[in-house]
C-alpha cells in the first residue's frame, strides 16, 4: 500500500518565492505581430463573411508524449495557457480598446501586460494530428509557448450569465458603435 502524505503537509512546505515553468509547445500563428492579432479568440459579433484564422499548436515530442493527447478528439474548443513572452513590463492600470479611456486595474482586464504575463485562450480545436493540435480563432502570436493545455468543459467553464463589471457597461453603451470591422454593430 502506497504511504500517504502526512494531513498536515501543507505546514510542512514552504510557500513558493519562485516558480519555474517550462514551456511543452509552441503556437504557429499567421499573426506575426501585435498589431491585427485580435484580442479574443471568439468575435462577438463577426459579420457572416469573418472566417477566424486557423493554427497550429506543436507539442515538444521531448516533453509531451504522444499519449498526453489520448481522448482529445471530441472536445470542441481547448483552453491554451501561454507564456505571452514579449510583454516585459506591466502597469497596475491600464487603458483598454474599447469604450471610455478610463484607466483600469490591469487585474480587472484581459490585458497582456500583466505581473506574469499569462495567456488564456479558447480556440476551437479542428483536429489532432500526432503532437500537432490544428486550431481556428486563435488570438496568439506565432512563437508564442505554450504552458500547458487542458479540454474546454461547458458545465463547469461557461457561466453566461454571470456579471462582468465595467465590461457590460461597456457592451451596453457600445452597442450603437461601429465595430472593428467598421460597420455598425448589430442591436
Known amino acids: 500500500m502506497p504511504k500517504l502524505p502526512p494531513k498536515d503537509y501543507i505546514q510542512t512546505v514552504n510557500f513558493p518565492t519562485e516558480i519555474n515553468l517550462q514551456p511543452i509547445g509552441v503556437v ?20 457572416s463573411t469573418y472566417q477566424p484564422a486557423t493554427a497550429q ?15 482529445m478528439e471530441g472536445f470542441e474548443r481547448i483552453w491554451v495557457i501561454a507564456w505571452l513572452h514579449l510583454n516585459k513590463h506591466w502597469n497596475p492600470t491600464v487603458i483598454i480598446p474599447r469604450g471610455p479611456r478610463i484607466r483600469r486595474g490591469t487585474l480587472a482586464t484581459r490585458a497582456p501586460h500583466r505581473p506574469n ?11 489532432v494530428e500526432g503532437l ?42 457600445s452597442e450603437h458603435e461601429v465595430d472593428v470591422f467598421g460597420k455598425n454593430k448589430p442591436k
Open 28 to 47: 504557429h500563428s499567421p499573426y506575426k505581430e501585435r498589431h491585427g492579432t485580435p484580442r479574443q479568440s471568439q468575435l462577438k459579433s463577426a459579420p
Open 117 to 127: 504575463p499569462i495567456g488564456l485562450s479558447a480556440p476551437k480545436l479542428i483536429k
Open 57 to 71: 499548436i506543436e507539442l515538444f515530442s521531448d516533453i509531451v508524449p504522444q499519449e498526453a493527447l489520448k481522448d
Open 132 to 173: 500537432i493540435l490544428h486550431v481556428e480563432g486563435i488570438d496568439l502570436l506565432d512563437q508564442t509557448p505554450v504552458l500547458d493545455i487542458k479540454p474546454y468543459v461547458s458545465y463547469c467553464d461557461a457561466f453566461p450569465d454571470a456579471k462582468c463589471g465595467y465590461v457590460d457597461e461597456v457592451e451596453k453603451a
